[in-house]
């Protein structure tokens, strides 16, 4: 600071000046201490421009860095495409597309909603499964039936229609794309009917095949009585109300049933010839029922053996 009265460079804060005795007062203080603010020193424009430089190289290094970890590796896969991948050209007029195309009409990936799968339109390229194919292998209990059926190239899912033989409508149960499933809840005495078809998606919507033609299970079994002969057994199935015949199956273990040898009887009764001499089979019997000029095989039963003489 200065002494207002004769300009002497004082220390701040000095009361007295000691050259000339001025007293200085807070309200004499020097000219650059009364209201004024001291101006600050402006930025040097050079270090302005240093700095915005850094700034814009730290943004560049960001983004480099990205494009190499991420974008770069994207374009490399789109213009060499690993070795394992497969690139499908696929002709939407006639194959299958992802099942989620259809939208709204599908349950999940592979079954269409029952609304869907009834507006269905019967596809040419699609085969129909042919009704030799179909096995059909009651329980027996006689309240359920496994179906099995032949695989058809394309198909998504399947559905089996099934009802009783005196029952107008048709229920429906789904396979899940598998080629066996097991209808449950049936009537243990009744007779139904099954048919299958495949379903897949074609041009975004749900298309079938055309429906098998129908195999029949009858849900009854019955006993057999027999009897051993020279090389051979007398079989005596127990009657059945409407049933049209009878089947025989038999082997010489009980493992072997499953493969083993058929024979038919017309009426009640019939003789199987030719047998092994001292061995002992194993036979089951069911009955088989005429629906409409359709046999309608039953239930293999129990296991019964006999030992030839």
């Known amino acids: 600071m200065k002494c207002t009265h004769c300009g002497t460079e004082l220390q701040d804060g000095t009361p007295v000046c000691p050259k000339c005795g001025e007293r200085l007062t807070e309200d004499r203080k020097p000219e650059q201490s009364k209201g004024k603010t001291l101006d600050m020193p402006e930025r040097n424009p050079f270090h302005k421009r240093i700095a915005k430089t850094i700034i814009i190289l730290v943004i560049v290094a960001v983004a480099a860095v990205a494009f190499v970890l991420y974008g770069l590796p994207a374009i490399q896969n789109q213009l060499n495409p690993p070795a394992n991948s497969v690139t499908l050209h696929v002709n939407s007029s006639s194959s299958a597309s992802d099942p989620a195309d259809a939208g709204a009409g599908s349950k999940d990936a592979n079954t269409p909603t029952d609304e869907a799968a009834q507006a269905a339109k019967e596809s040419s390229s699609m085969d129909v499964i042919s009704a030799k194919d179909i096995t059909l292998s009651p329980s027996l209990n006689g309240k359920s039936v496994k179906v099995s059926f032949s695989k058809e190239s394309g198909a998504l899912n399947y559905r089996v229609a099934y009802r009783a033989s005196d029952a107008k409508g048709w229920s429906y149960q789904w396979t ?11 009537k243990n005495g009744a007779a139904y009917e099954f048919r299958i078809a495949a379903y897949t ?109």
């Not at 066996?180 to 049936?186: A, F, I, N, P, W």
């Open 201 to 309: 998606v074609q041009d975004g919507k749900w298309v079938r095949a055309q429906y098998s033609d129908s195999r029949c299970a009858w849900l009854a079994s019955t006993k057999v009585k027999l009897s051993a002969g020279k090389r051979s057994f007398t079989a005596t199935a127990a009657t059945l109300k409407d049933a049209a015949s009878y089947e025989l199956i038999y082997s010489t273990s009980q493992s072997g049933l499953a493969s083993g040898k058929t024979a038919a009887i017309k009426g009640t009764k019939t003789t199987v010839k030719g047998l092994k001499s001292g061995k002992t089979y194993y036979v089951k019997i069911r009955p088989v029922r005429a629906i409409d000029g359709v046999s309608c095989p039953g239930v293999y039963g129990g296991t019964y053996k006999v030992k030839v003489k």
């Open 176 to 186: 899940g794309g598998d080629t066996s499933t097991t209808v449950t809840g049936l």
